[in-house]
């Protein structure tokens, strides 16, 4: 009897001293077949409770993802067919949005220029810094041709030549930015530069970029402009070409991504707003000060692909 009980009792203590290592055994075990079982949950959660937005955050299952602590400052991913948000970090949170910025002038550009014109390139804007494309003093460009370079290469000499082309000076321009920001409802965003540059005042989140980049992309042209791998601009003024590689690394690594916009400076990090449609599924994500932000792409795309997709 006495045999009996010293053996019972040391089973017991193996097994508390297993189990720890056997939960996360279980817990990787299920976690391909668990994700569809989540997703149905926030569906019914949907169902029973109307007008609340079911939301993955970083804290609602945490082996779901690669990381114990968010890798960036702020992150949305959202469901553009159903509307739901499926993944969302400090999504509120100001902070600087980099050349995310030019997405907000590509759509005062498209609304208030004429893409035929053409435009000649100040002083100011040939001598802009950092990302740029060596444009010179009085060269000449059609509008659109400004637009591809300011988009796909996040250029910043020519996004000053267009600005200034359509506002007159990038004073004027900013001014028509931050209208267009109120009229859209982006209550937590406000330009002080047409291109980027960091500046107390300047500042968006990922909430608002998000839906900036889906109102953005509604126009054929800034779709067709931030989709494109390469390009090639010349001025109408001289035999001077200029080749442009897309930044975003995503396209054609990823199936289904279709831009939209990389951006980067030393405190706003490295950022990214990217649309995929892959297996009838649309998404548009957000990633805010990254230094892992292609790795984190790539797993918030595959989480969001299987979420929504299992929720159809």
């Known amino acids: 009897m006495r045999q009996e009980v010293q053996a019972r009792s040391g089973f017991s203590l193996l097994v508390r001293r297993l189990m720890p290592d056997l939960g996360r055994i279980a817990r990787l075990a299920m976690l391909g077949s668990f994700l569809p079982l989540v ?41 553009l067919k159903s509307g739901r948000v499926l993944y969302q970090y400090e999504a509120g949170k100001r902070l600087s949005p980099a050349s995310l910025t030019k997405i907000m002038s590509a759509l005062v550009i498209l609304e208030k220029g004429h893409l035929g014109e053409y435009a000649t390139v100040s002083r100011n804007a040939a ?55 109120a009229e859209l409802g982006l209550d937590n965003t406000h330009f ?49 070409s200029y080749l442009l590689h897309n930044t975003n690394r995503l396209l054609g690594r990823i199936p289904g991504v279709e831009g939209v916009k990389t951006g980067f400076t030393s405190k706003a990090g490295r950022c ?10 649309d998404l548009l994500l957000v990633i ?25």
């Open 288 to 312: 805010l000060n990254s230094n892992r932000r292609w790795m984190m792409a790539e797993r918030l795309i595959d989480f969001g692909i299987r979420l929504a997709g299992s929720a159809r």
């Open 39 to 79: 997703s149905s949950v926030l569906v019914h959660a949907e169902t029973v409770v109307p007008n609340r937005e079911a939301v993955y955050s970083a804290a609602s299952f945490p082996h779901a993802l690669p990381w114990r602590k968010v890798p960036a400052h702020s992150v949305l991913l959202k469901d």
């Open 192 to 240: 002080n530069n047409a291109c980027g540059f960091d500046a107390p005042d300047h500042y968006s989140t990922a909430e608002d970029l998000a839906k900036l980049s889906e109102i953005a992309m509604r126009y054929p042209v800034f779709r067709e402009l931030v989709r494109e791998k390469r390009d090639l601009i010349m001025p109408v003024s001289g035999r001077r």
């Open 127 to 181: 001598a802009a810094p950092r990302s740029h494309l060596g444009l010179r003093t009085g060269e000449v460009f059609r509008l659109e041709d400004l637009l591809k370079a300011m988009l796909i290469v996040s250029a910043n000499d020519a996004c000053l030549a267009a600005v200034e082309h359509v506002g007159g000076d990038e004073a004027r321009f900013v001014r028509l930015m931050n209208d267009k920001a």
């Open 272 to 281: 990214l707003v990217a649309k995929v449609s892959q297996d009838g599924n």
